[in-house]
């Protein structure tokens, strides 16, 4: 059954200090992978994507995630945090038909 | 930039009444879904809907729920006798393609239903 998995509820960093969000999926044909981030009274905003090719991928706001099939994972890492990234992150999972399969999301904080 | 706008963004009803929660999507975008997260857990699919008729629905999606793109530029979600538990918020988004093809689905700020 398709499944995404986001261990950590809560994680707080230190701004400036570097960020890393895990994300494991279980998925049976090659999976499109997704980052969102939910702002407080906002919607879902759409971070990065993986379909294909270089497994490191490039998004908006600093942010870059690694697919790495061998260990199913599609970890979220940000070198320096701002204070405007606490939000909730929403790791998900689609493919062969319409639908996406988020994870529970980690909701992040930030000292300052 | 081109969004998903939602409306209302919070609505309260009571248990037993029927609510249309309204989306429109982005003017050329060809697929529409509707998502919900109840508060403290994950965003689940609800439904898809494509060529004027529903792709794909998930186990939540029973009888009481119904989606319609009435006028070519709102998407509707029904709720026919809501229930303490169809407290949530709901997510409509929609997409240019679907499918194997689907390369991003863009979400409106969401309603949030309080049932009483």
């Known amino acids: 059954a398709q499944s995404v998995t986001q261990p950590d509820i809560h994680i707080t960093v230190s701004e400036g200090a570097s960020l890393e969000l895990r994300c494991n999926y279980s998925?049976?044909?090659?999976?499109?992978l997704f980052w969102y981030v939910q702002s407080p009274g906002q919607g879902l905003q759409l971070l990065l994507k993986?379909?294909?090719?270089?497994?490191l991928v490039q998004g908006i706001k600093g942010f870059e995630a690694e697919f790495k099939r061998s260990q199913s994972s599609f970890n979220l890492r940000k070198p320096s945090v701002h204070w405007s990234d606490a939000a909730e992150y929403f790791c998900a999972v689609g493919g062969g038909d319409d639908k996406i399969i988020f994870g529970k999301g980690t909701r992040l904080h930030i000292l300052p | 930039e081109p969004e998903v706008t939602q409306t209302p963004s919070h609505q309260v009803t009571q248990m037993g009444q029927e609510v249309i929660l309204r989306c429109v999507p982005i003017s050329n975008h060809l697929y529409f879904y509707w998502y919900r997260q109840i508060l403290g857990q994950k965003v689940e699919f609800l439904v898809s809907?494509?060529?004027?008729?529903?792709?794909?629905k998930s186990e939540i999606f029973d009888d009481q729920f119904s989606v319609e793109r009435p006028d070519g530029s709102n998407f509707t979600l029904k709720i026919r006798s809501t229930k303490l538990e169809d407290s949530a918020m709901y997510f409509c988004?929609?997409?240019?393609?679907?499918?194997?093809?689907?390369?991003?689905?863009?979400f409106g700020q969401g309603t949030r239903l309080t049932v009483v």
């Open positions: 993986y379909f294909s090719g270089d497994t």
């Open positions: 809907f494509y060529n004027n008729e529903i792709s794909e």
């Open positions: 988004a929609s997409s240019s393609q679907g499918g194997r093809s689907n390369t991003e689905a863009f």
């Open positions: 998925y049976g044909a090659t999976p499109y």
